[in-house]
């Protein structure tokens, strides 16, 4: 069970969610996803990403939160 956030710093988009998940004091990673905007996406970045938009989050494993009625199913097993 975990929750890693992918993004920049620099953006503002990034820090609304990580304010978010510091406020339900939810243990994440943080990993640098590079420059947004640049021409050139990271393959990586793409798959997780396909618009090559930051932030976003990857999780694994199913996990309950403590303080929310919500559940995050794993990315294999989630339907859009
Ligand atoms: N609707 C998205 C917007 C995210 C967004 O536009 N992020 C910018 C960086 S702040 C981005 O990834 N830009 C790169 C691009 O559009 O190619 C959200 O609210 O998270």
């Given at each position: 069970?975990?929750?890693?956030l992918?993004?920049s710093?620099i953006?503002?988009?990034?820090?609304k969610?990580?304010?978010a998940l510091?406020?339900?004091?939810?243990?994440f990673a943080?990993v640098d996803?590079?420059?947004?905007g640049?021409?050139?996406?990271d393959?990586?970045v793409?798959?997780?990403?396909?618009?090559?938009?930051i932030?976003?989050?990857?999780?694994?494993g199913?996990?309950r939160?403590?303080?929310?009625?919500?559940m995050?199913?794993?990315?294999?097993?989630?339907?859009?």
């Amino acid at each position: 069970m975990s929750i890693t956030l992918h993004g920049s710093p620099i953006s503002n988009y990034y820090n609304k969610v990580k304010l978010a998940l510091l406020e339900k004091d939810l243990p994440f990673a943080e990993v640098d996803a590079g420059v947004p905007g640049a021409s050139t996406k990271d393959q990586a970045v793409l798959a997780a990403s396909p618009l090559g938009k930051i932030p976003f989050l990857v999780t694994t494993g199913t996990w309950r939160s403590p303080r929310a009625s919500c559940m995050a199913a794993p990315s294999s097993e989630r339907r859009h």
